[in-house]
């Protein structure tokens, strides 16, 4: 049984479509990131899965219980679920056992059983002995910890999160990704992580669905997303590199076609039929071409920058109106210079 499942969801605000027939099936245990540029309706998604929104149309089910539908709804106390926002949402003037513990207390627990499990939960995001502090006086990413924590006491099957690490440093948001991951394969719960950073999502998730103006672009692993997006959309939202528009000139099997690039026949991985289509490289699809070897690209230095274990160089490609690569090479060579590249790789997308 999944523990969640969308389908033909649609909600609207007033006249404004914000999503349309988003249709999503997750299995238990599975770490899915909502990622998607700002607006395309992330948080509304995640708002219908808590029960805080109703869809216009379509149905919700958790768990194998249809919480939202024509005739159905299921307030968000009664989905079993835990919520942790950006804004923690702790309250001040409770220590954070306090906090931690209060929705056990409304479950009626009290006294020993409740403390154990407010110290075993505590002990999960390394808090233990912080207990009798007071938010205002704990870290960012020991507020952030806490609200995991309040979540985690109740042992939901289910957790939603929004945009849970935004207000960290660059540092903390990487060692509490680290946190997530653990207490995520520790406890086998499933979380729906929104957020709008590719990295933190290809960090994070086992599944990424990528949303785009209130639709579902591509739903799959983070290795899919990025070796074989589905839509120039997201091969340009997931993942560094660039697309560039090639013509397929034959389809060689299942999952090789025959592709013009700029006039260089070229046979690459990708999906796309007979005709117009797109090519989507990562850096590691292009190294500088052998000497003596016509390049299938040429690109030309504009900028440098040292990475410690190598320089990152950005190349204008002569052939395509200046579109960019990043590549990461031992030596930086001066701004300006020609540098000739071979294609390894790739994906061929639909145009
Ligand atoms: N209560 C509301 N009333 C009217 N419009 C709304 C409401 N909530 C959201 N919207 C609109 O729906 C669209 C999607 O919003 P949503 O917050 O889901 O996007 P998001 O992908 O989470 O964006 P962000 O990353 O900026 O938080 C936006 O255009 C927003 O203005």
């Known amino acids: 049984m999944d523990q969640i499942t969308l ?32 607006g395309c309706g992330k948080t509304t ?52 056992a306090e906090n931690v513990g209060f929705g056990l207390s ?14 075993a939960a505590l002990a999960m995001v390394g808090l233990e002995g912080l207990g009798s502090r007071r938010p205002p006086e704990l870290s960012g990413g020991q507020r952030q910890r806490t609200a995991l924590a309040r979540c985690l006491v109740t042992e939901p099957e289910l957790i939603l999160l929004d945009e849970p690490l935004a207000n960290l440093d660059p540092h ?20 729906v992580f929104v957020t709008h950073d590719q990295a ?11 949303m785009n103006a209130g639709r579902i672009e591509q739903l799959g692993t983070p290795q899919e997303l990025y070796g074989q997006p ?20 034959a389809r060689l099997d299942d999952r090789t076609r025959r592709v013009s690039l700029g006039g260089v026949t ?9 005709g117009a289509a797109q090519l989507s490289l990562r850096p590691e699809n292009v190294v500088p071409a052998a000497a003596g070897l016509r390049p299938h690209l040429v690109g030309r230095v504009v900028d440098t920058s040292f990475r410690g274990a190598d320089h990152l160089v950005t190349l204008a490609l002569e052939q395509f109106g200046g579109k960019t690569i990043g590549l990461g090479m031992a030596a930086a060579p001066e701004p300006g210079a020609r540098v000739d590249l071979a294609v390894t790789g790739g994906w061929v997308l639909p145009a």
């Open 230 to 249: 589905a839509t120039r959309m997201v091969a340009e939202f997931f993942g560094k590199g660039v697309v560039l528009p090639v013509d397929v000139a």
């Open 266 to 274: 070229l046979d690459l991985p990708g999906v796309a039929a007979v």
């Open 45 to 96: 998604l995640l708002r219908l899965i808590a029960g805080l929104e109703r869809p216009t149309s379509g149905e919700i089910e958790i768990a194998g219980r249809v919480v939202a539908g024509p005739d159905h709804w299921v307030e968000t106390e009664a989905r079993k679920l835990g919520m942790v926002f950006q804004s923690y949402a702790l309250w001040p003037h409770m220590s954070v």
């Open 7 to 38: 389908r033909q969801i649609n909600k609207r605000f007033g006249n404004t479509a914000v999503l349309q027939d988003v249709t999503l099936s997750v299995e238990p245990s599975t770490f899915l990131a909502l990622l998607g540029p700002s």
């Open 200 to 210: 933190e999502a290809m960090a994070l998730a086992d599944r990424v669905a990528v």
């Open 172 to 191: 903390l948001r990487e060692s509490m990704q680290a946190e997530f991951r653990r207490i995520h394969r520790k406890t086998g719960t499933t979380f």
């Open 106 to 119: 409304v479950r009626g627990m009290h006294g020993r059983e409740r403390a154990a499990r407010v110290e």
